[in-house]
Every structure is written in structure tokens, then in C-alpha cells.
């Protein structure tokens, strides 16, 4: 997961460059008006992703699996 990240991170950086030299050339692709809404809704997916995540963390996920309760005493905390 984490070179998928990578790897997005640096190809959206490329091309993010690339946008910019040709805009030194008078070279318009894309206007910045684009630029703008393409990066609000990143973040609003960005923001959506991590909603989810805490959801399925909080609601979904078991967190006594893999804990054997025959096995050795049970961890009580100190008072």
C-alpha cells in the first residue's frame, strides 16, 4: 500500500511539473480554475477515505480475534 501511495504521490507531482513548464511556455492544458476543483475533490475523497477507515475500525473489525484466553492469565491493569 504504501508504494502504491508512493507512486501515486510521484506521478501526480510529474505531471503536476509538467503543467507548470508548459505554462512557461504559454502552453495552457488545463486552466487553474481545473486545478482548484480537481484538489477540493481529492481532499473531500481523501476526507471520505478516513471516514471509512474509523468506521470499519470502530463498527467491523473484531478485536478478540487471534487472543487465546486459555493460554497464560489475562493482562488486568494496574490500580
Not at 511556455?25 to 486552466?31: A, E, G, P, Q, R
Not at 487472543?67 to 489475562?74: D, L
Request: hydrophobic share 50%; no cysteine.
Amino acid at each position: 500500500m504504501k508504494k502504491f501511495i508512493g507512486t501515486l504521490i510521484v506521478l501526480l507531482s510529474i505531471s503536476f511539473i509538467g503543467i507548470l513548464i508548459l505554462r512557461v511556455w504559454d502552453i495552457y492544458i488545463i486552466s487553474v480554475d481545473e486545478i482548484i476543483n480537481s484538489g477540493y475533490t481529492l481532499g473531500l475523497l481523501g476526507a471520505l477515505i478516513v471516514v471509512l477507515i474509523i468506521a470499519y475500525s470502530a463498527f467491523f473489525k473484531n478485536s478478540s480475534k487471534g487472543y487465546n484466553k486459555n493460554i497464560g492469565n489475562n493482562a488486568h491493569p494496574k490500580l
